[in-house]
């Protein structure tokens, strides 16, 4: 798969890569842009070109607007959300924590990934209309029925 890259963040990568408590991911708006439209991933690279994401470490970010020139910093252990401010210009920061148990980014191989989120598809069936569909198969439900399985849904 290709995409193109991320515009509105630069990622710069990872400082103090495979430090416990230490170890973070460093991003810049270049843009004043809302956070919730993007996601951090970790991945494996070997070629500098391509990279593999896995399956189980991404983090979101919450709603929030930040400025163009906005540090964004997320440590991949524990703690708070908070802003901060670098020095000596005291540029705004806004500190993550992605609450991981290890460090993310022990190998130089393994690195960040920045995805911006475009769309997305959910599975939208309430509770109340799926135990209905539930409740309605078993009181249908003959020799040939399988107990408890769903009904096929009606065309829409």
Not at 23 to 41: C, D, H, P, W
Not at 54 to 78: E, R
Request: hydrophobic letters at 40%; charged letters at 15%; one cysteine or more.
């Amino acid at each position: 798969m290709f995409l193109p890259p991320v515009i509105e963040l630069s990622l710069f990568g990872v400082a103090d890569r495979g430090q416990p408590n230490r170890e973070r991911v460093i991003l810049k708006a270049n843009t004043s842009v809302n956070l919730q439209y993007f996601m951090l991933g970790a991945g494996i690279s070997t070629d500098n070109e391509f990279v593999r994401p896995f399956n189980n470490s991404i983090y979101y970010f919450d709603d929030l607007v930040v400025a163009a020139g906005a540090w964004i910093i997320v440590y991949t252990g524990a703690g708070q959300k908070k802003i901060s401010q670098i020095p000596p210009q005291n540029e705004v920061a806004m500190i993550y924590h992605w609450g991981c148990q290890t460090v993310l980014f022990h190998r130089h191989d393994l690195v960040p990934m920045l995805f911006r989120v475009a769309e997305v598809t959910f599975e939208r069936v309430y509770p109340t209309v799926l135990q209905t569909l539930v409740e309605s198969n078993r009181e249908r439900a003959g020799p040939a029925d399988s107990p408890g399985s769903l009904p096929t849904p009606p065309a829409v």
